[in-house]
């Protein structure tokens, strides 16, 4: 069977070493698909000696110095099937490697983007020969360029989560290296009113911009994401520590001092951060699948001087809540339940008091004391029977 296979492939014209051991890949485990083709090719250049085998002659040019005069003067053609695509492939690795040079990266993957081609012929190869001990073609070449890729970089291939990808297109005849997101864990204090969360146009600076503006500096990144465990409003300081994930997106460089980046980011007096290590995606979902409760120190000033304030324990429980009116432009109008765990309050004066709120993650506060015209209920307001806002507030603590 394997020789009959072989004298096909032989007849077909000029197959590769790669080509003709690959069609017996799954065969003597251990050698590489060239030392296969070579050992078969060994075997069918004497069948081809003895007058027994008719096949192309180039496929025994100069092989074994061949008796048989038409192997003299032939010239080495083009593989049938790949059409020599493997003697390509150190240009295009070479191509890659000129681009690795300005990356940190410990790992990576290869993607190969196939020639239509080199798919067809495998595709009529495998009509005719059949597929019982063959792998696929493009197996072969990632193979390969995982090897000339590992060998120069002394760098490993890493299938789930490498540092960066090295797409090699073979229709095109390109190389491209997408780099994989870097992610920074850490907590973060914000000390100032006024300052929003994440990155907007609208703003001149954010907490994001804080945080992100050493860390793209080092890593020579593209663009960058912060994903933290809620978000305070911009008006908020926020006292607690909170827990957020800065996604780095198409960085250069890796290897970052996160204990000098710690230092810059804390010479703000706006924002705070420390325990920085390095992550992972898995940590994002788990921060933005936390829903912790939240305590907020409030100061809530009233138009009317406040007689009965220990009708404010009645906002402990559940509480309705539909999309505040501020924002109805921006988002589908919609009603949730929030729970208010607790209530404290200390009097400043008879129309100023400072409370304690512990509440369920995505409470809107601002309604929760105003009512927003009956679209939060109960809220602080209707319970006291005068008309509320807040002054100011702060996020002083998270509970499970």
Known sequence: MIIGTAAKMLEMGYVCDHCLGRQFAKLMRGGTNVERGRIIRDFMALEYESGELKAEPSNFHCHFHAKRNETDNVKLRECVVCGNVFENLGKLSADALK????????NFMIGVKMNDSLVMKEESLWEKMGIKHSEPIKTEINRELTNIISSATGSKTEPNSPDVIIIIDLQKKQTEILSNPLFVYGNYKKFERGLPQTSSPLYKQTVQDIISKP??????????????LGREDKDARCLVWRPFVLELKHPLRR???LRKISSEINKSEKVKVRSLRFSGRKEIIAIKSSKPYKVYMVIVEFEEPVEKIDDAKKIVGVVRQMTPARILGRKEDRTKHKKV???KW????????????TAESGLYLHELVSGDSGRTRPSIAQLLVKKAKIREFDLIGFEE
Do not use: C, G, P, W
Not at 99 to 106: I, Q, R, Y
Not at 215 to 228: C, G, I, P
Not at 346 to 357: A, H, L, V
């Open 99 to 106: 681009k690795l040079e300005k990356m940190d990266f410990e």
């Open 341 to 343: 765990k607790s209530i």
């Open 255 to 257: 290897k970052v001092n």
């Open 215 to 228: 860390l793209v500096k080092q890593t020579s990144a593209s663009s960058n994401v912060l994903h933290a």
């Open 346 to 357: 200390k009097r400043i004066n008879s129309k100023t008091y400072q409370f304690e709120i």
